[in-house]
């Protein structure tokens, strides 16, 4: 199969897919329909086949998708087969609850290093990992060959932080601090802002 | 000016604009350019002008856009000039933490309902707002005449607190639960998963 560039959109759907598949799969579900999965998501089934298209055959006209094998494809593609570890920088209240959230490892993440400046915090724990001293932070994300980073400082801190993860090596860094931040054209980031949703909604109101 | 129906891609970038407006405002700025302020996001500036332009004429030719101004009027389209109050369902770990958050007021939100099914936290208070029983949360969700929610609640428990969300007259959610909900189509719907933001970059990995 040929790994041709796909969309940036179309890449953006897959988690969604993946995660509405896992959900059937827990149902004891065994196949699916690109009918049943857009309406699940509020998605059209034209758009989930063709998005899926790009990607191979997964599925057989008539007789749906075999969940298992589906969710086997779509891990493999998103490279969440296995499990990736993740630098946690931040540990406030909000760092806190994202070290605490049970539902990264199932679906390909490990918190595997936690960082915070402050020194009341640095060698305390949280889940049996310590905290570790921003200070060292390069050499420590460096030597361990860490390549994902979580970044929940607040949003005057971001972008230094960021500047060093990418140092560090950090090629994709998912961002909760409510701003945004410059890195290399090589480096990914997401953002989560709550407030930047709810404003998405509030002009329709 | 004539509030034609714009593009949602559109107004859903309106957010990140008026977020890096009001922070060169903190910093004492005044007027800006559409291409700082798209270098500060990582967009181009043909994008913003265009953008903006679908809402008015915020900035001469020339002398670029007055920050003041343009916040002013980004609040107005986007519909935060005031304060929504909004209801938080479901105050484990998550909602405890998305509660204690500091950044909602100073963006058009207040937190102003809690909802938990948990007897032992119903009637305790987080920063003196009392927890409520999700029983009761139709009425008073509906008596309070709220139109905007957070969801943090366990998936499986995410599309029923919805539909009596929906039935209570909550017109906006944002859910924050890892599951995809469905909503009459005059109830919109935002979803805060990182696990889907990590798993949009690992593809590129």
């Given at each position: 199969?040929?790994?041709?560039?796909?969309?940036?959109?179309?890449?953006?759907r897959?988690?969604?897919?993946?995660?509405?598949?896992?959900?059937?799969?827990?149902e004891?579900?065994?196949?699916?329909?690109?009918?049943?999965?857009g309406?699940?998501l509020?998605?059209?089934?034209?758009?989930?086949?063709?998005?899926?298209s790009q990607?191979?055959?997964?599925?057989?006209?008539?007789?749906?998708?075999?969940?298992?094998?589906?969710?086997?494809?779509?891990?493999?593609?998103?490279?969440?087969?296995?499990?990736?570890?993740?630098?946690?920088?931040?540990?406030?209240?909000?760092?806190?609850a994202?070290?605490?959230?049970?539902?990264?490892?199932?679906?390909?993440?490990r918190?595997?290093?936690?960082?915070?400046?402050?020194?009341?915090?640095?060698g305390?724990?949280?889940?049996?990992?310590?905290?570790?001293?921003?200070?060292?932070?390069?050499p420590?994300?460096?030597?361990?060959?860490?390549?994902?980073?979580?970044?929940?400082?607040?949003?005057?801190d971001?972008?230094?932080?960021?500047?060093?993860?990418?140092e560090?090596?950090?090629?994709?860094?998912?961002?909760?601090?409510?701003?945004?931040?410059?890195v290399?054209?090589?480096?990914?980031?997401?953002?989560?802002?709550?407030?930047?949703?709810?404003?998405?909604?509030?002009?329709?109101?």
């Amino acid at each position: 199969m040929p790994e041709a560039p796909v969309p940036e959109i179309v890449v953006g759907r897959l988690p969604l897919y993946l995660r509405a598949l896992v959900q059937m799969g827990l149902e004891g579900r065994q196949v699916t329909s690109s009918q049943e999965l857009g309406e699940r998501l509020g998605i059209s089934s034209a758009q989930i086949r063709k998005d899926l298209s790009q990607f191979g055959e997964f599925g057989k006209q008539g007789t749906g998708y075999n969940i298992a094998f589906l969710v086997e494809q779509l891990k493999r593609i998103l490279k969440v087969e296995t499990i990736w570890d993740v630098a946690l920088v931040g540990v406030g209240d909000l760092g806190r609850a994202v070290a605490h959230y049970a539902g990264f490892l199932d679906r390909g993440f490990r918190i595997a290093a936690l960082f915070d400046t402050d020194p009341a915090k640095v060698g305390t724990q949280i889940n049996n990992l310590p905290i570790e001293d921003t200070a060292g932070m390069v050499p420590a994300i460096r030597q361990r060959g860490l390549k994902v980073a979580m970044l929940a400082v607040p949003a005057r801190d971001a972008q230094g932080v960021a500047d060093r993860l990418v140092e560090a090596g950090i090629q994709a860094i998912l961002c909760y601090a409510p701003t945004s931040i410059s890195v290399p054209a090589n480096v990914r980031v997401q953002y989560i802002d709550p407030v930047v949703r709810l404003q998405q909604m509030t002009h329709y109101l």
